[in-house]
């Protein structure tokens, strides 16, 4: 089983509303990742932190998203207004330090924009 | 850029036979490549990882070795079960961003058959 815990599982959201996903990543892990799977199963990067700091982040999530991962509380990635093309299954993943790169995901929050 | 490119979108077997999926990779850094395999409804899971040229590792009966020469690390195993139908996405890790962020390719459905 995941030890990396989202929440929830799945919502369902209208056009223009707001959409906020939360994670716990793995205890001891500083690095957190959002990926975007679409319904053809690509996954887009979209925001990474160490700690509370964004470390990189992609042009859309960068306007219409917002994520923190403040300490003691979950990560959160929310999208201000949601268009259609945002339904898809949003994972969050941890790393522990180091250079491995390996990345432990969460199951995911499936979002389906009506 | 980066990118892997998996050539297969969908492969059907009969539960028994040996499989083979492709990877093959670009990068200008020190490839380090990885397997995960998502199953239905659950998280990805990283399956196999390597950056050493011409060894192979091998986890749960699936092997891969990495290949610098032809920029390939194709999964393999020899007999696969019905339990192994799932997603594989081979994932490249990115050294030109922050926080070891992984650029993943399109994924292949393997599905096995009785």
């Known amino acids: 089983n995941s030890k990396v815990i989202q929440t929830p599982r799945y919502l369902v959201k209208g056009q223009g509303q707001k959409a906020k996903m939360r994670c716990i990543p793995e205890k001891g892990h500083p690095v957190v990742f959002w990926y975007q799977q679409n319904k053809n199963n690509e996954f887009k990067f979209l925001i990474n932190?160490?700690?509370?700091?964004?470390?990189?982040q992609i042009d859309m999530t960068e306007k219409r998203f917002s994520a923190e991962c403040p300490s003691n509380s979950p990560c959160s990635l929310e999208i201000q207004s949601s268009e259609a093309g945002d339904s898809a299954l949003y994972l969050c993943?941890?790393?522990?330090?180091?250079?491995?790169?390996?990345?432990?995901f969460g199951e995911g929050s499936k979002l389906t924009v009506l | 850029g980066d990118s892997v490119t998996q050539t297969e979108g969908l492969v059907t077997l009969t539960k028994g036979l040996p499989v083979m999926l492709n990877c093959t990779y670009q990068t200008t850094y020190s490839p380090f490549l990885f397997w995960y395999v998502q199953h239905l409804n659950e998280a990805p899971k990283l399956l196999l990882k390597s950056s050493t040229d011409n060894k192979r590792t091998e986890h749960q009966g699936f092997y891969a070795t990495l290949h610098k020469s032809s920029s390939s690390f194709h999964l393999q195993k020899s007999s696969v079960q019905l339990s192994d139908s799932a997603l594989y996405f081979c994932?490249?890790?990115?050294?030109?961003?922050?926080?070891?962020?992984?650029?993943f390719g399109i994924g292949t459905l393997l599905s096995v058959k009785p």
């Open positions: 932190f160490q700690n509370q700091e964004v470390l990189q």
């Open positions: 994932a490249l890790r990115n050294y030109g961003s922050s926080g070891n962020k992984l650029i």
């Open positions: 993943a941890s790393s522990p330090q180091g250079n491995t790169g390996q990345l432990y």
